[in-house]
């Protein structure tokens, strides 16, 4: 482990450790290395914007990384060549394009200080890939990968993915074809030329907190733990739900990072003595069901630290009694978040209008809902607290302090269960009202005409044409060995477990555009996990077997860990939305634990057009079709 984190080190010592800007050396963009983070308790400050000007939204990112003084890696998305991972305001039906540099130092991700070149032909074009098998992931200095057991060559791979990169547009419903969200095929490569995304933003994107991401198969873990993440704002919320019209409205994109003090003790806050520290095969630490002790991962919020053990919080400045909108990402890579606010010890109610970017009002309302004249009242669901797993989004109403009350902002402790990792109870920042306060960069539209009822029947008033059950699963590498890395599974039932082969991009499942199903996700391991589609929403219809109405949609869902010994492994219903023709392609769908993810918990569908029949090219063992549904082929 040592011998490649001193390659690696050397390797990125000449361009990024000392600062140097590399791109003052003659590349064109201007890249450099990653800006320096914010100090511990600073006050949380956005990150700049890049509005659409005429319909057309035009940004060159430059994809960067560097080391910081602790020996972490840190990957970014430079703008202008000094902000990083701006917020992208588009507005529905505008065009996007996007160039993406992959600046990265070649040398440092090649694994025997040479570069790596392997011909990807346009970046998007399918075939052969360098494949990383990556075993674990307990990224040190490198930010790679290396665990007990891994090979020398399996850890030179994955350094070799790292110079690899691409972006995933989450929640979007792009189509999932080249130069728009595909994510299976394409590959931009350290050093070379820029690549173009150009997509339209679809006339009838809801409105709401979407982002971007990296989705390099064994690269992602790192990459997004090393601060590659960005916001991206579809306007028009307050068309959707008149409430938070002319509200000031503030973006928080919470990350995790390894520790930044790994080696210190649990600060003891109580007679009881801190829980032991265990790790999983991963090196990550274990859930110690307690509520405390040391976390798996730091976090940070807008990129201020508050780093384990003393927990700094960030500072969030507010007028006393201003109700704002917050736009709230969890762009964490496995950590998740139950975000509260507390005021003067007590948790405040926070009015939920949008969940991973649809607005709950979008289901039309109930008589209960409606005003004595028939119009419909703005629907808001108040909660003192919200999960949020990673990839999750949550826009809320919140109302300032008033001044001089002690308010903070924390997650509360989440179970990840016996095999998950710890995410302890722990504050994200003091929330200060003060009269001057800065008033956020934006504010929403006072006078809103309100948004088209959305053209397709809700979710939830539609049949599904079939119901298709997968798992999750989880194995030891080495069968003899229980310690040995973990091999992590997404598997369609009645089809043979299968880790993610980025070489094999066969469909496991064949979905006809237009059709609605209903997918069983169960839970047969110990922790976590977060089940993910690309390109489409769905709504959570049943809980554990227990049904459910919930009035909007998600595009990530946490499914609870199996106890090890219950007969029934708890599961999520999620009715699956196909309709949408813009969807018509190949992509994935994966646990959103990156760690997982990288891992092989992922599989791949494929929607095919209406007028082609799904069955003609196979559809997979296990789908079954409810009884007496009928197939459209129209
Ligand atoms: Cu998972």
Redesign the pocket.
């Known amino acids: 482990m040592l011998r490649w984190r001193a390659l690696a080190f050397l390797g990125c010592v000449a361009a990024c450790l000392i600062g140097l800007p590399r791109g003052a050396f003659g590349q064109a963009r201007g890249a450099g290395a990653c800006p320096r983070r914010p100090a511990a308790g600073s006050v949380v400050a956005e990150a700049d914007e890049v509005r659409s000007v005429n319909g057309v939204l035009r940004v060159d990112l430059d994809y960067c990384d560097s080391v910081e003084a602790s020996g972490q890696k840190r990957y970014c998305y430079l703008y202008e060549g000094r902000s990083e991972a701006p917020t992208l305001r588009v507005k529905p039906g505008d065009l996007v394009i996007l160039s993406l540099k992959n600046d990265v130092d070649v040398a440092a991700h090649s694994g025997d200080g040479k570069s790596h070149r392997h011909s990807t032909a346009g970046a998007c074009a399918g075939g052969a890939m360098p494949v990383a098998r990556v075993i674990g992931t307990a990224p040190t200095a490198i930010g790679t990968t290396t665990a007990p057991g891994a090979t020398p060559t399996a850890i030179g791979m994955a350094m070799a993915m790292g110079a690899f990169t691409n972006l995933h547009f989450h929640g979007l419903t792009l189509a999932p074809v080249c130069h728009e969200d595909d994510s299976l095929h394409t590959m931009i490569e350290a050093g070379g030329a820029a690549f173009e995304y150009r997509f339209r933003i679809p006339a009838d994107e809801a409105p709401g907190l979407y982002w971007y991401h990296p989705h390099i198969h064994g690269a992602t873990n790192a990459q997004v733990l090393g601060g590659a993440s960005g916001a991206i704002i579809v306007e028009g919320i307050e068309r959707a739900n008149a409430e938070v019209a002319g509200l000031p409205e503030r973006l928080l994109i919470i990350r995790d990072q390894e520790l930044v003090n790994p080696d210190a003790a649990p600060v003891q806050t109580d007679s009881m003595p801190p829980p032991m520290v265990m790790r999983d095969a991963e090196g990550d630490i274990l859930n110690t069901g307690t509520g405390g002790g040391k976390p798996a991962k730091d976090l940070s919020i807008n990129f201020v630290p508050v780093a384990f053990p003393n927990y700094v919080p960030a500072v969030v400045e507010i007028r006393p009694g201003e109700k704002e909108l917050w736009r709230v990402l969890n762009a964490s890579a496995i950590t998740y978040i139950d975000l509260q606010m507390m005021v003067n010890g007590k948790p405040q109610m926070m009015g939920v209008v949008s969940l991973d970017g649809i607005p709950i009002n979008s289901r039309e309302r109930t008589a209960d809902e409606k005003a004595d004249d028939g119009s419909a009242k703005n629907r808001i669901v108040w909660q003192s607290h919200i999960l949020m797993p990673p990839a999750g989004r949550a826009e809320i109403i919140v109302k300032g302090p008033a001044e001089g009350v002690k308010a903070s902002l924390v997650t509360r402790t989440v179970d990840t269960g016996p095999a998950g990792e710890n995410d302890p109870t722990r504050p994200l920042a003091t929330i200060v009202a003060a009269a001057d306060a800065a008033e956020p960069r934006a504010r929403l539209d006072a006078s809103p005409a309100p948004l088209a009822r959305p053209s397709l029947a809700w979710l939830g008033d539609v049949q599904p044409v079939r119901t298709r059950k997968l798992y ?1 699963s989880e194995k030891p590498h080495d069968s003899k060995d229980p310690k040995s890395p973990t091999d ?1 599974y997404m598997t369609v039932e009645g089809q043979e477990p299968k880790l993610f082969d980025p070489n094999d991009t066969a469909p496991n499942i064949v979905v006809q555009q237009g059709d609605v199903e209903d997918w069983i996700i169960e839970n047969r391991t110990q ?4 089940f993910h589609i690309h390109q489409a929403h769905f709504m959570l219809v049943e809980w554990n077997g227990v049904p459910l109405d919930e009035p909007f949609l998600r595009d990530t869902i946490n499914v609870a860990y199996w106890d090890g010994k219950s007969g029934q492994y708890p599961s999520v219903k999620l009715r699956m939305d196909f309709r949408d023709p813009n969807i018509v392609g190949t992509f994935v769908y994966h ?3 990156l ?3 990288d891992g092989g ?1 992922m599989g791949v569908i494929r929607v095919v057009a209406k007028g082609k029949q799904a069955d003609s090219i196979g559809t997979p063992a296990g789908t079954d079709r409810m009884p007496g549904a009928k197939f459209s082929t129209e």
């Open positions: 999750f992590f922790e976590l996990h977060a646990c959103h634990l760690e997982h993810e918990m």
